[in-house]
């Protein structure tokens, strides 16, 4: 690219998001911006935003425009879909936007939380791929009492129907009489998965909700509702996936 093409690197970076020209020409002075892999010192530096990959501190920084990035809190009662034959309530009911959109993994009708919606195939499909590991929170209701070895016996793996599976990580949430919250968290996406681990070791679901995904986490978004993700929640899954 000529220094007569493209937009100067600040203004793209500005405008995506990461903040003032002024703060983005002192990332480019300190030596914390890369291009094509390239390390960035010079201002006048111009850029194709829809074609050039951007880092900034190794976090990829999202410039295409037609890009998008969703969270969406799925109720209970909704299929995890973009549409459904049946007429059922799917994802594409909680967002209007006029680009095609890739839900990125399932969650099964009665189960509820956190669904990521993009129109970035690569990113989707790395996401989901079982190679890259990317973790999954859940927060599972079931009756108590639990014995305290629970963990460690989820931990240390259990042998479904189709094959072995096991927790990450495992804790009691809250507990209230008999009623037991706890999280676990793993990095597979087979189908009810948590269900039928805790299933397996005598402790049905009542409840299911998915709270993290990756580094995007839940926190205060109520059912049925979307946001777009930020900047640096995007940068963190192209992270979390090598892009």
Do not use: W
Request: glycine fraction near 10%; charge should be positive.
């Amino acid at each position: 690219m000529t220094d007569n093409q493209g937009v100067r690197l600040q203004k793209v970076l500005a405008d995506a998001g990461i903040g003032s020209r002024r703060h983005c020409e002192e990332l480019i002075g300190e030596g914390r911006v890369s291009v094509n892999g390239r390390k960035v010192f010079r201002f006048g530096e111009r850029v194709d935003p829809e074609r050039d990959v951007i880092h900034v501190d190794g976090r990829r920084v999202e410039t295409r425009s037609e890009m998008r990035y969703y969270a969406v809190n799925k109720p209970r009662g909704v299929v995890s879909t973009m549409s459904d034959e049946r007429g059922r309530k799917s994802l594409a009911d909680f967002v209007d936007v006029p680009e095609r959109l890739f839900h990125v993994g399932r969650l099964d009708t009665d189960t509820e939380g956190l669904i990521l919606l993009t129109n970035d195939g690569e990113l989707a499909h790395r996401l989901m791929h079982p190679s890259y590991g990317v973790q999954k929170t859940y927060l599972a209701e079931i009756h108590g009492p639990i014995p305290r070895d629970l963990g460690r016996r989820l931990k240390a793996g259990v042998t479904l129907d189709d094959g072995p599976a096991k927790a990450d990580r495992f804790r009691v949430f809250d507990q209230v009489g008999k009623r037991v919250l706890v999280e676990i968290t793993l990095h597979e996406g087979r189908k009810h998965i948590v269900r039928r681990m805790l299933k397996h070791v005598g402790f049905p679901v009542q409840q299911l909700a998915r709270v993290e995904f990756g580094p995007i986490k839940l926190g205060q978004l109520r059912p049925g509702t979307v946001r777009a993700l930020t900047v640096r929640e995007i940068g963190e899954l192209y992270k979390a996936v090598g892009l």
